[in-house]
Structure formats: C-alpha cells, structure tokens
C-alpha cells in the first residue's frame, strides 16, 4: 500500500511539473544545454545536472545584491578564469548547487535519517568547492602561464638584438606559445594595436597578475622607453631558469612516493612468485615421498 502510495504522489508530482512547464513556457533541457554550450569558449557540452543548475542560477542571479568592490572583483577573477558568466550568476550558482543537494535529505529522513548528516556535510564541501572553482582556475592558469615564462624571455633576449618592435615580437612568438599563453598574446597584440602600448602591457599584467610577468612587463616598458633592454632580460632569463629548476626540483621530489607504492606491490608480486614455485616444489617432493 505505501509502495502504491508513493507511486501515486511520484506520477501526480511528474504531472504537475510538466503542466507548469508548459504554462511557463521553459525550455526543454537539450535546448537549454545546446544554448548554454553555444557561448562556452572551450568544446566541452554541459551536462545537464550543470545546465539544470545554471539555469536555475541565471533567474536567481537578479536577486542577488552585490556591492561594486566584490562585483569589481569577481568580474575581473572570473574574466582570467575563462568563466563566460556575471558575478551574480557565478554567485547564484555557488548556492544553488548546494541547496539541491539538500534536498536528498527530505527522503532520507524518511528512510534512514543518519544518512542526512552525511548529505548535509556533502552540500557543505560542495559549496566551499564551488566558491574556489574560480580561484583555483586562476591558480591553474597562472602555473601554466609561468611554466612558460622563461622560453618566453629567453626569445625576447633574442629578438632584442636584432629587433626594437616589441608588437612584431609578441607576434613572433604567438605563433609558438602554448594555449593559455597565445590566448593572453591575442588579447595583448589586439589591445597595442587599438590603443597605447604602455597601457596595453599594464592591463596584461593586471590580467594574469604573476610576479614572473610583472618583471617581464617591466622590462618591456622600458624598451619601449628607449632603454636598450637586453642586459636586462639576460638577468632575467638566469633567473628564471633557476626558479625553474627549483621547480622542477620540487615537482620531482613529488615523485618518489607515488612510484614506492608500486615499489612494495611489485615486490609483493615477485615474493608471492618465488612462494608459489617454492610451494609447488615441496608439494611435488612429499608427493614422491608417498
């Protein structure tokens, strides 16, 4: 009788929602993740607890308040992110992921209502990951950028002895640069073209906002101040390549603990070899002895 019961509420809940969907005219949800995915810069499609999410969060967003400094913020964070949404919508989205795990817990009160607390302290972590979703793009990118760094200087050092046009050497090395890299050149070359080189380079910095490019940066700044520049930049290619072997220092020594796992497991697999063949040879021995 309860199963039935259930059922009946599961079928009068399913038809009331798509009778309010109809009069509300909302959009099925394969329309709403191809409309979402279209102004996504990278190819990855939506899925659709994400675009159901989004969606939601979009009509949330206008009843968000939001002072100028944090939207200031946020909007630039989001921008080097590559996060194509407003504050409010990022901020709406943060909450609204949350709330409907939360909602699980209405049936498991209902059958086992320890596993609440466990659904309420997942909505918790979810909601903390979500807030760092675009700080840790950012950190992400950033890294990503630096790695490139000192290819990137060691190229200007290069260039300066032939060449005083810093636009035509972003350009040159454009074509080379990683992904992320070439992206922020794009958007530079675009800016010294449409307005004043300074000005160009100092929104750069601003963008990525890296000690490494701010040396970089200034060093650009006073070649196009007539400086000659490559002194400069020799000094900082040296040092560049030693944070980066500092860094690749680092990231080796990472290393070791990972493989020592797989160090004991195939030692385990060769000892367990060796008790195998051993076992079988005494049990073929007692077997002639009887």
């Known amino acids: 009788m309860t199963f039935l019961l259930l059922l009946f509420g599961t079928a009068v809940a399913a038809g009331l929602f798509f009778i309010a969907a109809d009069i509300l005219k909302l959009p099925r949800l394969s329309a709403e993740k191809a409309l979402l995915s279209a102004g996504k810069k990278d190819s990855k499609p939506f899925k659709?607890?994400?675009?159901?999410?989004?969606?939601?969060?979009?009509?949330?967003?206008?009843?968000?308040?939001?002072?100028?400094?944090?939207?200031?913020?946020?909007?630039?964070?989001?921008?080097?992110?590559?996060?194509d949404m407003t504050p409010e919508v990022y901020t709406a989205y943060t909450i609204v992921k949350p709330c409907a795990?939360?909602?699980?817990?209405?049936?498991?009160?209902?059958?086992?209502?320890?596993?609440?607390?466990?659904?309420?302290?997942?909505?918790?972590?979810?909601?903390?990951?979500?807030?760092?979703?675009?700080?840790?793009k950012v950190a992400e990118r950033r890294d990503t950028i630096e790695a490139e760094l000192p290819r990137f200087v060691a190229t200007i050092e290069q260039e300066l002895a032939s060449s005083r046009d810093v636009l035509t050497i972003l350009e040159n090395y454009k074509r080379h640069a990683g992904a992320e890299f070439a992206s922020?050149?794009?958007?530079?070359?675009?800016?010294?073209r449409s307005s004043s080189y300074e000005a160009a380079l100092v929104r750069f910095e601003g963008r990525i906002a890296s000690p490494m490019l701010s040396d970089i940066t200034r060093g650009l700044l006073s070649v196009l101040r007539g400086d000659d520049g490559r002194l400069y930049f020799q000094m900082l290619s040296h040092d560049l390549k030693q944070q980066?072997?500092?860094?690749?220092?680092?990231?080796?020594?990472k290393i070791p603990p990972k493989i020592r796992v797989f160090s004991f497991i195939m030692l385990a697999c060769f000892m367990l070899t060796y008790i195998v063949v051993l076992a079988m040879v005494i049990l073929d021995s007692m077997a002639l002895l009887f």
């Open 48 to 83: 659709s607890l994400d675009a159901l999410f989004l969606g939601w969060a979009i009509k949330l967003a206008k009843f968000i308040p939001m002072d100028e400094y944090k939207r200031a913020r946020l909007t630039r964070m989001l921008n080097a992110a590559g996060m």
């Open 101 to 136: 795990m939360l909602l699980l817990v209405i049936p498991c009160l209902i059958i086992f209502p320890l596993l609440a607390l466990v659904v309420v302290v997942l909505a918790i972590l979810v909601y903390f990951k979500e807030s760092r979703k675009a700080d840790e």
């Open 184 to 192: 922020e050149l794009d958007v530079l070359t675009a800016d010294m």
């Open 244 to 253: 980066e072997l500092q860094w690749l220092k680092a990231k080796a020594a």
